[in-house]
């Protein structure tokens, strides 16, 4: 599931697939962001990869939701992690976009463009204070004025490291880094130590990567691209020597979360971002891992973790409004995100939820100890990603940054033609 796009991709995101009349879309309000009236009626509801894991969950959601509105019927629809940008997208151009749509902000950003998404600032507002400010202010899109979908569930998680590998390279198992001076250096030494044969990070840097390290990713007004400047140059920089001195991982170039935690599973990488899921995985797989596992905070240079978060929009053309909002609605509110988060290692996006002794005791064990740092860290997280950074940008830096450390441009040249290539993506979004 896709729970972190790391780990929201294990744990990084809901309606779907069917005709509009199916699912009741293409109505006469067509643009009207009136949500009142009786809660009746079918829609359609589609989530991201959730079925598998949370299939009981949902269908007593539904039910309980519909003995609530007598009248209702909610028809559940998931789709599988890959390929879920470009089935919203052709859902999105052949009008066969579902009622309700588990989103991120990244796809909502288009749909809002393109008025398939419901201003809920308009829509409803009334339900605004129930949220975390930043949540609530994630499905923002810049140059627009609105929300255009109820925050769901949010993440972050630690740095997992290899207190053995530290040891066996000199370093201290109990001191990892804490800047990225340290991280930089201790790379270093880690890789000169075991030959190369252990790198210390498995991936190649992200736009999240370039915002914690302090990055400006756009400009003020959110027009253009800004990732170009001193800063980023010097981050990319340092990730050329990391890969020269295979202290990055040499498969970072077509690494995946999945392939670069099974390189940490196996102690071929000695630092991992992750989540308190992946401590029971380690737990299971790697026993020898987890008797030797390290838990230290994200890096950042900015004071502010990196924040995943999913959300449930509104289809605008919706012809059951006050149905699709009602049922939005319910599903991320405090009492069903609560009940989510303690089957999953995720966290509630409404106001005062991380406040719960769920969120804030510790037991000892380090799933909690996990648990209660993350919530802490996320009542001043920041999503990184900006709402506009599409798929295909993130494929074009990916692309530069590559031949950046295959020494085939500079960093400077790979970022300027990163930036050069998202802005025109960025205009052709209109």
Known sequence: MPISRRTFAAAAAACLLVPLSACGSGSDDTGSSDASGKVEGDITFQ???????????????????????????????????????DKISADAAGGTLPDVVNVSPDLVAPLAKAGLA??????????????LDGAWASHRIP????????????????????????????????????????????????????????ATLANVPTIEDFGRYGVPLMNDQGTAFAFNDSKGVELL??????????????????????????????????????????????????????????????????????????????????????????????????EHQMSFAKKVAIFPSTAGSLDDPYFTKEDGTDETRVRVAAAKSLKNAVNYTPVLFSEQMKTALRNEVAKALQGKESPKDALDNAVKACDTLLQQQG
Do not use: C
Request: charged share 25%; net charge neutral.
């Open 47 to 85: 989530t991201w990869n959730l079925r598998a894991n949370f299939k009981d969950y949902f269908e007593g959601l539904i039910t309980d939701f519909e003995k609530k509105y007598p009248g209702t019927k909610v028809k559940w629809i998931d789709q599988p992690a890959e390929g879920y940008a």
């Open 118 to 131: 419901l201003d809920l600032d308009k829509a409803a507002g009334q339900y605004r204070k129930e949220y």
């Open 143 to 198: 140059g627009m004025t609105g929300t255009y979908a109820f925050p769901w569930y949010l993440n972050t998680g630690p740095l997992f490291y290899n207190k053995s590998l530290f040891e066996e390279a000199g370093l201290d198992p109990d001191q990892p880094p804490k800047t990225y001076d340290d991280l930089f250096a201790d790379a270093l030494e880690l890789a000169q130590k075991s030959d190369g044969k252990v």
């Open 237 to 334: 920089t340092k990730y050329k020597e990391l890969y020269d001195a295979k202290a990055l991982d040499p498969q970072a170039l077509t690494a995946t979360p999945e392939s670069s935690g099974k390189k940490f599973l196996t102690g071929a990488v000695a630092m991992n971002p992750g989540s308190a899921l992946d401590l029971g995985n380690f737990k299971k797989q790697a026993p020898n891992l987890y008797k030797n596992i390290g838990i230290t905070d994200q890096i950042t240079s900015t004071g502010h973790v990196n924040m995943y978060v999913m959300g449930v929009m509104v289809n605008a053309q919706t012809k059951k409004k006050a149905a699709s909002v009602a049922f939005a609605h319910y599903v991320t509110d405090a």
